[in-house]
Nanobody, 120 residues
Framework: QVQLVESGGGLVQAGGSLRLSCATSGNIFSINTRAWYRQAPGKQRELVAHIISGGSTNYADSVKGRFTISRDNAKNTVYLQMSSLKPEDTAVYYC??????????????WGQGTQVTVSS
């Protein structure tokens, strides 16, 4: 069994910063892509940023230059540093990972989500 546990969400004023963390544990042989998604009320879940095992990153246009995704492979943890936050960044943020267990079969896993609220 694999678990993804997010932390670091909260309430912040516009222009402020937050850092989200997502720790992964359990039956893990290999982790490929790590990603952060978000879902605002009444909207579809959208990809915010992802990072592949080689370190390449990709960002949604709406967060480029403000958010940074990084990973600590030794700790099986991925981070999302969010700066210059805007009220439109308000959403539940979800951690996602593409993981192979000891069976060597890759599957997608999700965290429970962490609320980020940016006040104007």
């Amino acid at each position: 069994q694999v678990q993804l546990v997010e932390s670091g969400g909260g309430l912040v004023q516009a222009g402020g910063s937050l850092r989200l963390s997502c720790a992964t544990s359990g039956n893990i042989f290999s982790i490929n892509t790590r990603a952060w998604y978000r879902q605002a009320p009444g909207k579809q879940r959208e990809l915010v940023a992802h990072i592949i095992s080689g370190g390449s990153t990709n960002y949604a246009d709406s967060v480029k230059g403000r958010f940074t995704i990084s990973r600590d492979n030794a700790k099986n943890t991925v981070y999302l540093q969010m700066s210059s936050l805007k009220p439109e960044d308000t959403a539940v943020y979800y951690c996602n990972a593409h993981i192979a267990g000891y069976s060597r079969v890759y599957s997608d896993y999700w965290g429970q989500g962490t609320q980020v609220t940016v006040s104007s």
